[in-house]
């Protein structure tokens, strides 16, 4: 088994346990992963962001060959920021009723939060999921940046619009943080004209 340096499995090693999962193998290390995994929130997180890579590669492979030879550099930036959103990264203050307690959450959590909301949403996948400020300060003004692949056929304005909607709502379900802005950039576009049924 393939490790991180913090004794984590890498993202390679996730892949392959995620295609030995689909093709039921069963052996005493597969079984060892599998109960890593379950136990582990990061490698969940991890988990579910390969399923959805996964979905999305197979609606494009159902695609023209034409169409697949399709820059996909959009595939390699959501891939690349996986591992940086699962880790924790900085804690962020929670306010609690008793001056001795002391509550926080991890930026990573929230990123895994923000990723969770967008992954509902068929027309979009984001790549980048940064929160820009002093996120371990109370009240300081925080800005979300998010880079987003867009669905062929679907209106812009109105994707950008929902996921604004619902990052808003769940970060305010998570936590406390005063956001000042979601700054979300389209970089490009995924599936075809086949697809949207032209």
């Not at 890498?10 to 392959?16: F, Q, Y």
């Not at 399923?51 to 695609?63: F, G, N």
Request: glycine content about 4%; overall charge negative.
């Amino acid at each position: 088994m393939e490790l991180m340096n913090n004794d984590e499995p890498t993202l390679d090693t996730l892949s392959m346990w995620l295609q030995d999962q689909q093709d039921g193998v069963q052996t005493p290390e597969h079984r060892e992963l599998t109960r890593h995994i379950n136990e582990c929130p990061s490698c969940s997180q991890r988990i579910a962001a390969l399923k959805r890579v996964d979905q999305v590669s197979a609606d494009l492979v159902s695609t023209e060959v034409a169409v697949q030879k399709k820059d996909t550099t959009w595939l390699d930036d959501l891939m690349a920021n996986l591992v940086f959103e699962t880790l924790a990264g900085r804690s962020i203050p929670l306010s609690a009723e008793y001056d001795v307690d002391n509550f926080s959450i991890t930026e990573g959590a929230i990123l895994a939060a923000i990723r969770g909301v967008a992954d509902s949403m068929e027309n979009l996948i984001i790549g980048r999921c940064r929160l820009v400020g002093d996120v371990e300060e109370p009240t300081s003004p925080i800005i979300v940046q998010v880079s987003a692949t867009v669905r062929y056929g679907a209106v812009i304005a109105e994707v950008t619009d929902r996921l604004r909607e619902l990052i808003t709502a769940e970060v305010h379900r998570v936590c406390e943080l005063n956001i000042e802005a979601i700054d979300i950039e389209v970089q490009d576009i995924f599936g075809s004209p086949l697809e949207a049924g032209e």
